[in-house]
């Protein structure tokens, strides 16, 4: 639903693999031969960057957007339409996200510089490993390190709710981590 760059290494412009799954901005992708795609059972490995695009044909997933309510309505809510293409983030960076996975074991201060791994069924980030070398020798890619722990973050639209303004909505009941990429 929300990514929100804070600093960025390298932005690639791909393809996209017209198979995918829907894909939301935040999403884990990989690279197929038809393009990319959000990363599914079997891609956890393979994870190639962060989409910084919506791709999908029903409703916006722009946060406090609610659906059918967004400039992309002819093109069906997909903003990957006239060129076929995302935007995705690699190499570095940190970002903002709404998409990760808190179940059980939340997203908290005391999980702040654990390495977060994707989650397969989601195409999300997941809690992981306590560092790097833990998630080789599990077999398991890292993918980003927790660097802020699930909070609200605010929309930049004067307002009530944090440090002056309204919270940006999203996934995950408003919350979101920050993250340093590592793919």
């Given at each position: 639903?929300?990514?929100?760059?804070?600093?960025?290494?390298?932005?690639?412009?791909?393809?996209?693999?017209?198979?995918?799954?829907?894909?939301?901005?935040?999403?884990?992708?990989?690279?197929?031969?038809?393009?990319?795609?959000?990363v599914q059972?079997?891609?956890?490995?393979?994870?190639?960057?962060?989409?910084?695009?919506?791709?999908q044909?029903?409703?916006?997933?722009?946060?406090?957007?609610?659906?059918?309510?967004?400039?992309?309505?002819?093109?069906?809510?997909?903003?990957?339409?006239?060129?076929?293409?995302?935007?995705?983030?690699?190499?570095?960076?940190?970002?903002?996200?709404?998409?990760?996975?808190?179940?059980?074991?939340?997203?908290?201060?005391?999980?702040?510089?654990?390495?977060?791994?994707?989650?397969?069924s989601?195409?999300?980030?997941?809690?992981?490993?306590?560092?790097?070398?833990?998630?080789?020798?599990?077999?398991?890619?890292?993918?980003?390190?927790?660097?802020?722990?699930?909070?609200?973050?605010?929309?930049?639209?004067?307002?009530?709710?944090?440090?002056?303004?309204?919270?940006?909505?999203?996934?995950?009941?408003?919350?979101?981590?920050?993250?340093?990429?590592?793919?």
């Open positions: 639903m929300a990514l929100i760059p804070k600093y960025r290494v390298a932005t690639a412009m791909q393809a996209i693999d017209p198979s995918s799954n829907p894909i939301k901005e935040g999403m884990l992708v990989t690279l197929t031969s038809a393009g990319v795609r959000r059972s079997g891609d956890g490995n393979k994870v190639y960057g962060i989409c910084a695009d919506n791709f044909t029903n409703a916006s997933s722009m946060p406090g957007v609610y659906p059918g309510w967004q400039s992309r309505v002819s093109d069906g809510f997909d903003e990957t339409k006239a060129s076929g293409k995302v935007t995705v983030y690699h190499s570095g960076g940190e970002f903002a996200t709404d998409q990760f996975v808190n179940s059980g074991t939340a997203l908290d201060a005391t999980k702040i510089g654990q390495v977060l791994i994707a989650d397969e989601t195409g999300t980030l997941k809690s992981g490993y306590t560092d790097v070398a833990a998630a080789y020798t599990a077999g398991k890619q890292p993918v980003a390190v927790l660097t802020l722990n699930a909070n609200t973050y605010p929309s930049g639209v004067p307002g009530v709710d944090l440090n002056g303004d309204m919270a940006l909505l999203g996934d995950n009941s408003n919350q979101y981590i920050e993250i340093k990429l590592l793919v």
